[in-house]
């Protein structure tokens, strides 16, 4: 089974920018449905964005999040420009198994890293 690692969390203003990255323990590309997923204190995962043969993002981030592969390396980042307030998060890389089918959903996925948190305050 897939092992993942999440890096790149930390604080940052409104208007900043933070690259998470999520390493996987083996190679994901066209194998399995790569997510970025948050979480914040007393509210529901969400999906963030997703990527298989091409990415997909939820309407929150369009436009200021990126999510690549680099599959030389296994990793999964996501880039995240134009923070807010409301971006405050813990952040989660996920996997499973073959395309992508409703890929901002939480529930079809079976692999979790840790999560890292994210924190956009002034």
């Known amino acids: 089974q897939v092992q993942l690692v999440e890096s790149g969390g930390g604080s940052v203003q409104p208007g900043g920018s933070l690259r998470l990255s999520c390493a996987a323990s083996?190679?994901?590309?066209?194998?399995?449905?790569m997510g970025w997923f948050r979480q914040a204190p007393g509210k529901e995962r969400e999906g963030v964005a997703a990527?298989?043969?091409?990415?997909g993002y939820s309407d929150s981030v369009k436009g200021r999040f990126t999510i690549s592969q680099d599959n030389a390396k296994n990793t999964l980042s996501l880039q995240m420009n134009s923070l807010k307030p409301e971006d405050t998060a813990m952040y989660y890389c996920?996997?499973?198994?073959?395309?992508?089918?409703?890929?901002?959903?939480?529930?079809?996925?079976?692999?979790w890293g840790q999560g890292t948190q994210v924190t956009v305050s002034s």
């Open positions: 996920a996997a499973r198994w073959g395309p992508c089918s409703d890929p901002l959903l939480p529930g079809g996925y079976n692999y």
């Open positions: 083996e190679y994901t590309y066209r194998r399995y449905c």
């Open positions: 990527f298989y043969i091409g990415p």
